[in-house]
């Protein structure tokens, strides 16, 4: 059950809403529920001899009184205005039901305390299955305004309390962060059109990809663009410069008109001034330049993954916040250069992250700008990176199961659920990707001494998890990773100690995964040895040699001759 407070200044227009046909036609059978006075509020719903207007109007008349009775002196934003709804798949509650809704949430949050004869006035109108709207004047009858602070915490707690005694699904306490949910009559109309998802969450969805991909606010909006989602700025009339802006769906219209919804409104995150925190003004003579190692993205974002999992732990929340959103950033991205069947549980997983991506402590963006440029990055990636693909949804693994635990440690509920959703989706797709590129290293394993040489390696430098890393079916695989690796310039014993003195390795259900896949992530030394030695020769020469196609990176002796 979620509550929406908010306050505004014109009475007779919400109720005019209220008692309407909505935006888009979607109110059915408007009626009061609740209300301070049953007997003294008139129901412009169940009044068939008068006209709306004047109903609306008498009704204006009886909520509005005390505001009147100041004087003139109305204060600013006296309406308060708390729609509730229910959750997705929850049962219709009855009128009698919401009623009860109704009355417990104006007292929990001060409007209307129990017993208390000079509260505000205010009603509760139903006019959908799945929600009602508690309208109030904040100005009781003796004068004073009520005592409201943190009303909507208030809302949220009483509402987690309704949820349990109703036997409705309980919902995560939230932080007042969380995006708007697609109304009732939003999700019809996405069901009439054909369309999974409603408006709103669909732009949602876009907007947070985009973002995560380009470079600029203007790069932001010219992508969204080119997806055909029209976009509206908002300029300044003094400034003359951008101060917000709204995004329309393709084809999502009323009355023939675009339906608009702003950046804030979409998500608290993805409003105008937030975007711009995050996204720097750039010239295309500032965009990176390709790099000699088409891997390197890969590398340089598997490394900035991990670097978060320290900093998760640092204890500057500022910091671990702006490593959060740029974690989200990473997912997207992430999922935008899969080719398998695992790219649908990436998109979930990034998908689901965008709830832990943000909360009520605001992100030092700056301290993550490492893991956000590597993120961005990958956007642009072109090289298919086999294993180094799947070493960063691992590191991300752990990366998504971190920030669960430091949301929770700060009673982030709902982001702690996220991140949670957004870890089995990780997992799911890890595997999907891992299980095929795991059993063909397996079949490809070295001869019998090398595998020996290994072991010798292992019990050497890791004897506390020698065992367990032997045992694991994954070993034959991770044989062939440290032939390659060995092939690439490492030395096989010294990479061991330097990949397992690394943080999961006790508490790891397969050991031999964990080394295997950190050892994929490292660079091939000779081949960057190959890269510097050819840029040395290239300030010498304008005219150098074609160079020849690259050798897979990581690949046995006895595998480059079958590769000939």
Not at 260 to 276: H, K
Not at 408 to 422: I, L, P, T, Y
Not at 487 to 506: F, I, M, Q, Y
Not at 519 to 545: D, E, H, L, V, Y
């Amino acid at each position: 059950m979620v509550p929406d407070v908010s306050t505004g200044s014109s009475t007779l227009g919400l109720i005019n809403y209220l008692f309407g046909k909505g935006r888009r036609d979607e109110h059915t059978d408007p009626h009061i529920v609740a209300a301070w006075d049953m007997a003294g509020a008139p129901d412009p719903g169940r009044d068939p001899t008068a006209t709306y207007t004047q109903l609306a109007r008498r009704l204006d008349h009886h909520v509005d009184l005390r505001t009147r009775e100041l004087g003139g002196k109305k204060p600013p934003q006296h309406v308060w205005h708390c729609p509730v709804r229910t959750a997705p798949g929850d049962r219709y509650l009855t009128d009698t039901e919401w009623a009860e809704v109704a009355r417990r949430v104006v007292a929990a949050t001060g409007i209307a305390p129990d017993g208390d004869e000079k509260a505000c006035r205010w009603i509760a109108v139903r006019h959908a299955d799945d929600h009602i709207h508690i309208m109030a004047t904040t100005v009781r009858a003796d004068g004073r305004r009520p005592r409201m602070n943190r009303d909507g915490w208030r809302a949220q707690r009483e509402c987690r309390k309704i949820e349990a005694e109703f036997g409705l699904r309980r919902l995560k306490s939230g932080d007042l962060t969380a995006p708007r949910t697609p109304t009732g009559a939003e999700r019809a109309k996405a069901e009439r059109q054909g369309q999974e998802k409603a408006a709103r969450e669909w732009l949602r969805e876009q907007a947070y990809a985009v973002a995560a991909a380009v470079r600029s606010i203007d790069e932001y909006f010219n992508v969204l663009r080119s997806l055909g989602i029209q976009v509206r700025l908002r300029i300044g009339p003094e400034t003359g410069e951008v101060t917000g802006y709204s995004l329309a769906a393709p084809g999502d219209t009323s009355r023939g008109e675009p339906i608009w919804f702003g950046g804030s409104s979409l998500a608290p995150d993805l409003s105008y001034n937030r975007l711009c925190e995050r996204l720097q003004t750039q010239t295309l003579a500032d965009r990176p330049q390709p790099v000699a190692d088409p891997a390197e993205p890969w590398h340089r974002t598997e490394t900035a993954i991990r670097d978060a999992n320290a900093v998760l732990e640092s204890g500057d929340d500022a910091v671990a916040q702006g490593y959060l959103d740029a974690f989200g950033d990473a997912l997207h991205n992430l999922a935008l250069t899969a080719n398998g069947g695992h790219r649908a549980e990436l998109q979930a997983a990034a998908r689901a992250f965008n709830s832990a991506r943000r909360s009520a402590i605001r992100a030092d963006h700056q301290a993550a700008t490492a893991l956000r440029e590597a993120a961005k990055e990958l956007a642009y990636a072109s090289h298919d990176p086999g294993g180094l693909a799947i070493a960063l949804i691992f590191a991300a693994l752990h990366v998504a199961r971190a920030a669960a635990k430091w949301h929770e440690q700060r009673g982030h509920e709902q982001q702690a659920a996220a991140a949670e959703e957004a870890f089995r989706h990780l997992q799911a797709g890890y595997r999907q990707a891992a299980q095929p590129v795991l059993a063909d290293l397996a079949r490809r394993a070295p001869r019998a001494t090398t595998a020996s040489r290994f072991e010798q390696d292992l019990r050497a430098v890791l004897p506390d998890h020698a065992d367990r890393v032997l045992s694991d079916p994954a070993w034959p695989a991770l044989t062939t990773t440290l032939a390659r690796a060995e092939t690439a310039g490492h030395n096989p014993r010294r990479l061991l100690s330097e990949v397992g003195a690394r943080r999961e390795l006790d508490s790891a259900e397969h050991p031999a995964e964990v080394l295997n896949w950190r050892i994929t992530a490292q660079p091939n030394r000779r081949a960057q040895a190959a890269r510097r030695q050819s840029t040395i020769s290239g300030t010498t020469s304008m005219s150098a040699a074609p160079r020849p196609p690259a050798t897979p990176v990581n690949m046995t002796p006895e595998e480059r001759g079958r590769h000939r």
